[in-house]
């Protein structure tokens, strides 16, 4: 049973974590997480989840706990934004690296420094390489449906890696919206119950976990474990069908928009998402043949299906809400443009940086966006391979 | 298939076969790896002196002191690194400590 | 009180085929810590000496469950293990009982690892913490860390022609542990083998966290001879440097008064760390660590109610 409520992206999540029913949380307040911690608490205080709640002194803590939690054969969460994020850096490593089916939304919040608790990527973006599956969400339904999926592919047998669902901070974790949620049973027939096959506390089957492998066999285990990513994208799909069947929404690794006859497509993630496909729609409106690539699954990378989608496009720009100091760009924008490589169709493809540390992102921005496209595809030329989009001169 | 080669991944195992996360579900399996070659000099137990009070097998840091039906039993070689403390806590001299090549069992090379 | 015949028909936890180093303190103070435990076992490990020497992979020596997760949260990764336990268990997920322990180094514990271990005491998780204090960084070879006794020469706080080894006293762990009004803290010496049984046995059946740091002597770091481990282990508290006693509750009680006094340089002058104390231009640290080791004695005795 759906019903139709307004939420928003906090308390939605807190929400998918309560019909989810974690075995254990272990989470410190960050904002603009902390009012899922603090939902979460009063869920406990209540006695309306069964979970043990860790009230951890730090983020690395909690991911610590977390990780134990998980190997004991727990279904453990915890969840964070930014600073918190990157105090757990080592460990988020780890939790990957141990397989360790963990799920933590993460409400996307710049880095210090300066010190600053608005949107961008710069958190999670940093943590791509860390082996955790990251799923973006473009509102509160997404951030539920997300978290509800996440389990899913989390705990499946074939992927069995921590699951990062995103959203972005301020604009959705305290967004008031309209969203469809399911009753609790629905979400707890869908999430099933965990059965680990290696857990600490096995009576019968002891095993060690983290131990020390050198040169003889650290390579064969990591080269496992990226089979493991490779494996989720099937996964994600095939949970994504199921979860359409339950709630009637429809999620793939990205959302195509208007892309099927466009020319001119911006690659884009998150909330900024939505401001993005009114723009398309204008210019739609105007005759001009645009189109969007909104982008769910940042990892495991949909490199094929990504070059599948655009690569009839002439002219291309990606969104990137985080630098990464390269001189190349955001972190989005060197595995788009490498995925298109081999598309060898002669893709212009340029990145937009915006949006750090919150700064807003309106309609007037990506239709430059769309009119440097235009010209581009015209002139085959463009003025600057990395924009940035909002910043004063 | 010896006990052995059951509990222990060989060495030449490809990523497919590896253990999850290098998980090692086969616990306590280091009996099957044998330290005893890392000993210069070895302890060897006077039974006639040996009053049982097992503080040798308390003060091993490598359980290779066995003791058996609470009595001291024998020493495990494959394991005992020769570190000489079980010689020095026993209050009744009751273990010699001498060279590695002095007996006949010769060097246990572990692997 | 379990005798050596008792306890050597129990089922030895850590096996042999571990490679820590031949008379590794590491050994016997897990050994005796293990063996007090009634009930099946979680164990976490710190990063350092310990967990490489026991976990290489594909070998374990560990016949109970385990988890190294990193060098710095092992109390934080014990206590989410705990957590999980007592949600299953709530839950009817799983029917056995069960304890809990993590061993760390003293850089693990000391220094790395003790906002993780503060957090999991003041939480109260039913989980037993032991130190292993061997005073350095032993793993990466040597380094000081804040349990390295004043003078020592280690490699981060070497002998050199300006500064005569470690500058600082080592921090009082035990007692920062005990204030953290746990209902166990305790500080222990394998050699006296009766009262590390007798208070890891406390450890495991209190009701909530418990403490307990263990002086475990590393042969390579130190530089006395392999065997003489027992020596150095005795003159440690009998010179009053590594005194034994326990916290219950609040209460605090001295385990063992020496019956003499025996200056610390019985003790240090057994080991090479401490070597270039003796020349004549730095009497005056011994002088000053017999100080030091004298003041924390009064507190301590002030404490224990001894005086
Ligand atoms: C975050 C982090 N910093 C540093 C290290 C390197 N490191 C590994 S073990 C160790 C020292 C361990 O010392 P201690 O805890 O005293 O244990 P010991 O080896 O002496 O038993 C260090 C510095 C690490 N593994 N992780
Ligand atoms: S310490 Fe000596 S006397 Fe005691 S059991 Fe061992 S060998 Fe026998
Ligand atoms: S020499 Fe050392 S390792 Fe060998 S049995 Fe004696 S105490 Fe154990
Ligand atoms: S270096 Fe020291 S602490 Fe480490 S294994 Fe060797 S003796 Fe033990
Ligand atoms: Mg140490």
């Not at chain 1, 595995?335 to 081999?342: E, N």
């Not at chain 1, 169709?345 to 807003?360: A, Q």
């Not at chain 3, 979680?42 to 990193?70: D, M, Q």
């Not at chain 3, 640290?285 to 030091?292: M, N, R, T």
Request: proline share 4%.
């Amino acid at each position: 049973m759906n019903k139709k409520v307004a939420l928003t992206g906090n308390e939605a999540v807190a929400l998918s974590m309560k019909q989810i029913n974690p075995d254990v949380v272990a989470a410190y307040p960050i904002t603009p997480q902390t009012e899922i911690v603090q939902f979460f608490s009063s869920f406990v205080a209540n006695g309306q989840v069964d979970t043990e709640f860790v009230t951890v002194e730090s983020e690395h803590s909690a991911m610590s706990a977390t990780v134990g939690a998980s190997a004991a054969g727990a279904r453990a969460m915890t969840a964070t934004s930014a600073n918190g994020l990157a105090l757990m850096w080592e460990v988020v490593y780890i939790a990957a690296s141990n397989r360790l089916p963990i799920v933590m939304p993460v409400v996307n919040r710049a880095l210090s420094a300066p010190i600053n608790i608005h949107c961008d990527h710069s958190d999670t973006m940093g943590a791509r390489d860390s082996g955790w599956i990251q799923l973006y969400s473009e509102n509160s339904q997404e951030a539920y449906d997300n978290m509800i999926q996440a389990v899913r592919i989390a705990e499946h047998p074939d992927v069995l890696l921590p699951v990062m669902v995103m959203m972005d901070g301020f604009i959705i974790s305290h967004g008031l919206e309209n969203l469809e949620v399911m009753d609790d049973e629905s979400v707890k027939d869908f999430v099933g119950t965990y059965k680990p096959d290696h857990y600490l506390l096995d009576i019968e089957n002891p095993i060690t976990m983290g131990p020390l492998a050198l040169f003889d066999f650290y390579f064969e285990v990591k080269r496992q474990q990226a089979e493991a990513m490779k494996n989720a994208k099937d996964v994600i799909l095939d949970v994504a069908k199921e979860y359409k069947d339950l709630s009637g929404r429809e999620y793939g690794l990205f959302e195509s928009y208007k892309l099927d006859d466009a020319e001119i497509a911006i690659v884009v993630m998150s909330s900024a998402a939505g401001t993005g496909k009114y723009v398309v729609d204008k210019l739609r409106e105007e005759g001009k043949k645009a189109g969007l690539l909104k982008l769910r699954v940042f990892r495991p990378f949909p490199h094929k299906e990504i070059a599948e989608a655009l690569k009839h496009i002439k002219a291309l720009a990606v969104m990137d809400r985080a630098e990464s100091f390269s001189d190349f760009g955001g972190p989005l924008f060197a595995p788009i443009r490498s995925a298109l490589f081999d598309v060898k169709n002669d893709i212009k493809v340029v990145d937009y940086i915006y949006g750090l540390g919150g700064r807003d992102i309106v309609p007037p921005h990506i239709e430059k966006v769309f009119n440097d496209l235009e010209e581009i595809k015209e002139t085959g030329k463009y003025d600057k391979l990395v924009n940035y989009l909002g910043v004063r001169e | 298939m010896n006990k052995k080669h059951e509990k222990v991944i060989a060495p030449d195992v490809g990523w497919r076969n590896v253990t999850r996360a290098g998980i090692i579900p086969t616990a306590g399996n280091a009996e099957y790896y044998e330290t005893g070659g890392w000993r210069t000099k070895k302890p060897v137990w006077i039974e006639d002196k040996c009053i049982h009070c097992l503080l040798c097998w308390r003060f091993c840091p490598d359980s290779s002191v066995i003791a058996e039906d609470g009595k001291f039993g024998r020493f495990d070689y494959e394991h005992c690194k020769g570190c000489g403390i079980c010689v020095n806590v026993c209050p009744s001299d009751a273990i010699d400590f001498i060279d590695e090549g002095e007996t006949s069992e010769g060097r246990n090379d572990g692997e | 009180m379990a005798t050596l015949k008792e306890q050597s028909k129990k089922e030895q936890i850590l096996t042999g085929g571990h490679r820590l180093c031949a008379g590794c303190g590491h050994g016997i103070a897990v050994r005796m810590v293990l063996n007090a435990a009634e009930d099946p076992l979680v164990i976490g490990c710190a990063t350092g000496c310990l967990e490489v020497a026991t976990t290489i992979y594909p070998y374990t020596a560990w016949r109970s469950s385990f988890i190294h997760n990193a060098f710095e949260n092992a109390a934080a990764t014990i206590s989410g293990v705990e957590a999980a336990y007592k949600s299953l268990k709530k839950q009817g997920k799983i029917k056995d009982d069960f304890k809990f322990i993590a061993f760390g180094g003293d850089g693990g514990t000391y220094d790395i690892g003790l906002q993780s271990l503060s957090g999991a005491m003041e939480r109260g998780h039913n989980i037993v913490y032991v130190c292993l204090d061997n005073g350095a960084y032993m793993n990466t070879g040597i380094q000081r860390s804040s349990a390295t006794p004043r003078g020592a020469d280690t490699t981060t706080s070497p002998v050199g022609k300006v500064i005569p080894g470690k500058q600082q006293f080592r921090k009082d762990l035990t007692a920062i542990m005990a204030e953290h009004n746990i209902p166990y803290a305790a500080q222990a010496s394998p050699n006296n083998w009766r009262d590390l049984y007798n208070k890891a046995k406390k450890a495991f059946e209190v009701e909530g966290p418990a403490f307990i740091n263990v002086m475990a002597p590393c042969p390579r770091g130190w530089r006395y001879n392999t065997p003489d481990i027992a020596d150095i282990l005795k003159l440690a508290y009998e010179t009053r440097y590594w005194p034994l006693y326990e916290v219950e509750n609040g209460e605090w009680k001295l385990n063992y008064k020496p019956k003499k006094y025996v200056p610390v340089e019985e003790w240090l002058k057994l080991q090479g760390r401490f070597r270039h104390l003796f020349r004549d231009e730095n009497r005056y640290i011994i002088d000053e660590i017999q100080a030091e080791v004298d003041r924390r004695w009064e507190v301590l005795l002030e404490r224990c109610g001894e005086k």
